[in-house]
T-cell receptor, first 113, second 111 residues
Framework: NAGVTQTPKFQVLKTGQSMTLQCAQDMNHEYMSWYRQDPGMGLRLIHYSVGAGITDQGEVPNGYNVSRSTTEDFPLRLLSAAPSQTSVYFC????????????FGNGTRLTVT | SQQGEEDPQALSIQEGENATMNCSYKTSINNLQWYRQNSGRGLVHLILIRSNEREKHSGRLRVTLDTSKKSSSLLITASRAADTASYFCATVNFGNEKLTFGTGTRLTIIP
């Protein structure tokens, strides 16, 4: 099993550009989530999904969109990138809910200039 | 806003010593989890402790939970160089599908 796979690993965008961060898991997990990690801030929840077709906002959702059309995939879209979105992004999944351990991908390091 | 806050922010100890990290949180929880993050990598789950549990063990790891004080501790015994990493606590509130992380403790094991 590959676990949680994130692509790309690194990305540089110019302000105003759009892009999609990909996340896929092969563990048949219902729960998936996106976090961003900034120095001194820990991880902050952006969006999460408790199953296909269901998404909800986390702590810092502004500027990001998500969809969950399949159990396996949970892409994160930046519609118009801003320098404040420079961060490391982590996707994570768990078997049912956050009452079971999260499995993390290795992250996408995004720089917006 | 952060639910969990780890203390200390950074800790350096000699290999073989024990390392203790603390986590305090603000509101009632369903469970509390500890994760490890090696430099440049994703987080790895260590232990999950539920609100009705007081202590859990996993190998050299021991986690305690005191809900009356809204605090938890992670003890790593007989530390090794490979334990060098950042350690995060994370909490889940009742009726909530969100796992909220603290800012982490940076642990350095000196060979």
């Amino acid at each position: 099993n590959a676990g949680v796979t994130q692509t790309p690993k690194f990305q540089v965008l110019k302000t105003g550009q759009s892009m999609t961060l990909q996340c896929a898991q092969d563990m048949n997990h219902e729960y998936m989530s996106w976090y961003r990690q900034d120095p001194g801030m820990g991880l902050r929840l952006i969006h999460y999904s408790v199953g296909a077709g269901i998404t909800d906002q986390g702590e810092v959702p502004n500027g990001y969109n998500v969809s969950r059309s399949t159990t396996e995939d949970f892409p994160l879209r930046l519609l118009s990138a801003a320098p404040s979105q420079t961060s490391v992004y982590f996707c994570a999944s768990s078997f049912q809910t956050v009452n079971s351990p999260l499995h993390f991908g290795n992250g996408t390091r995004l720089t917006v200039t | 806003s952060q639910q969990g806050e780890e203390d200390p922010q950074a800790l350096s100890i000699q290999e073989g010593e024990n390392a203790t990290m603390n986590c305090s949180y603000k509101t009632s929880i369903n469970n509390l989890q500890w994760y490890r993050q090696n430099s440049g990598r994703g987080l790895v789950h260590l232990i999950l402790i539920r609100s009705n549990e007081r202590e859990k063990h996993s190998g050299r790891l021991r986690v305690t939970l005191d809900t009356s004080k809204k605090s938890s501790s992670l003890l790593i015994t007989a530390s090794r160089a490979a334990d060098t990493a950042s350690y995060f606590c994370a909490t889940v509130n009742f009726g909530n599908e969100k796992l909220t992380f603290g800012t982490g403790t940076r642990l350095t094991i000196i060979p």
